[in-house]
């Protein structure tokens, strides 16, 4: 396992030295290959930066030939694959490091010293574990650059190095975490004082599902409220060690979204995880290693809190419109409406064929026609459909169509206005997370911010389907 010193992958101070490095053109004709010593390490910003060391004149000519023609060639172009490079280095311990889709930039140092630089988004080293290092149990571990905030329920005695002093030492601390499970997996999550967040995940099985890492930090960011992108991973698994690690990202960023039920860095709050396994297992298999569709929702209207009033109201009324669009509402309405609606669509069809009139406005009937029967249901056929099932609050869906229509015309929020559309975009985020609830089949504690006090309450409603993708 990654030793238990979180700071050597959380700050700036990485720094992997090099003795070999290898940049190759992903050109198939003749590829430029550009080799050297040199590092591996995260500058002020936190990101991945590559440096390597040209000793060769040589070398130094054609890269810089090759950087003077590209950015004469490339100005406002989509750069084509075969101009990027992709890098194989050797640490010092002998681990080979690769990464894909690099651009290097050419400069000198103080010695006049040719010097290749490039940004990393991420480097990744795999080797065998031998078979008394390994066991049946796979393993991931996740590292996240900054403190999350978890409601923990046991304390967990850790081991850290120390490298404040001249010689390291390991101090033994005692950590709030959590542990649970979902989805036949045993989480913990471990908060190291001042030093990022630490996520465990172990399978008694081979395997761990394709994207888990992803699919944990989605889950995580929806329950608990926070950005959360991992910096450093460690995946155990078949006997095989995978090592990645990425630049520090998000790691100052801030959002003031309301997790779906709210808590403080306490002991207990049961209900968080369970909400976090209904999550999961509804997203688990999702085949991409991009975020979920939900997800991608979830990230787009905290990105929203991040900035004014009326850029939240308008990100979380259309998160919501998009989610009625999703299969699970959509064939809940036309499943109860879907004879009624090909029969009235087929009626006007009918119809049209006896009127006289000009081809091209006949031709546009037709496809508004045929736009409704591939597309039967709008928001808000849906959301009457889910209000007279008892399935959605009609306040809400008042308070989501209030916001839409003014967030959609330029709507600018006066001073005296602030409190009434803070309470009217709260009344929107608790039917965002009612939505998500009856997506994922979730039924459990909650917390209503559309009432003074933040009043906890119980979420108990179900959709009438067995399989909602």
Known sequence: MLPHNPSEFFDKSLCINCPQITLTQNSSDSPTIYQGSGSISRNEQGKLELKLYLGVDDQRLLLKNFIEEFNENYVGKFI???RYFCLSATDEHDREWKSTMLLPRYTTNSNNQGIV?????????TADISSNQSDQQASLYL????IIEFPFNINRLCSIVSKEEIVPFTINHVLHAAVFSACGYTFYIIKYENNGTLIEVYSNGNDLPKFIETRVCEALQFVLGDFLLWSALELNQRNKRTIRLRSLLDREKKTIV???????AEFGKEDVWKLYERYLSHIIN???SRLHPISAWIRYVMNMRISILEAEMLGVSV??????KMESFKEVYIGNNSSNIESQVSLVHDKL?????????KKRLYGFLNSIKSNPASATDILKHLTDKGLVDEKFVKAWKKCRNKT???YSIKPEEVESEIKLCRQVYVLFHHLIFLIIGYTGKYTDYSEEGWIEKDFNKLLERENIT
């Open 258 to 264: 309301m997790p779906p039920i709210r808590f403080n």
């Open 143 to 146: 590292y996240v650059s900054k």
């Open 408 to 410: 959609a015309h330029g």
């Open 80 to 82: 084509p694959e075969n």
């Open 319 to 324: 998160a919501v419109e998009d989610f009625l």
């Open 286 to 288: 999702h085949p991409e």
């Open 353 to 361: 064929k006896e009127l006289e009139l000009e081809d091209s406005f």
């Open 117 to 125: 630089i490039a940004q990393l988004n991420e480097i990744s080293h």
